[in-house]
């Protein structure tokens, strides 16, 4: 199983701004520290804000922050609402789907996957904000590109 790009970029952010609770964080910074592209970043941090994960501040001295604590966004609830869908294999088209046993053993991993990220808050991911901070500000800031 591969999550999508938005997904990936939605943690980052999200990682991000719990390692920074104390101030505002702008795009560009996080984009800064990750290395990835600016304008993509836009549209999951906009998507983070309309549904209550981030919130945003206009202005000059605007900027992003959690919208609620960490300890209150699950990471299983993070990945559901940035995945368009989990079909591992599509199995609507196949001529042995109505005997085979492969949808419901996949359909078991992905349960299984889900219930794993279910068990965990962003809180649970950022322990160690010191050394977080200190690895992003040693990442590269020129870079935009992809991961």
Not at 89 to 98: E, G, H, L, Q
Not at 133 to 142: E, N, S, Y
């Amino acid at each position: 199983m591969k999550l999508t790009l938005f997904t990936d970029y939605a943690m980052r952010v999200l990682l991000h701004l719990a390692a920074n609770p104390d101030r505002l964080c702008s795009i560009a910074e996080v984009a800064r520290a990750y290395g990835i592209s600016h304008n993509h970043l836009m549209k999951v941090v906009n998507d983070l804000a309309r549904n209550g994960y981030i919130e945003s501040v206009r202005g000059r001295f605007g900027g992003i922050r959690l919208g609620r604590a960490a300890g209150e966004i699950n990471i299983g609830d993070v990945v559901r609402h940035t995945e368009d869908g989990f079909a591992l294999v599509d199995c609507s088209n196949c001529v042995i789907a109505p005997a085979c046993g492969l949808t419901g053993v996949l359909r078991e991993a992905l349960a299984a996957f889900l219930a794993v990220l279910d068990r965990y808050t962003l809180a649970d991911l950022v322990t160690n904000r010191q050394d977080l901070r200190r690895l992003f500000g040693a990442l590269p800031a020129t870079s935009a590109a992809e991961p």
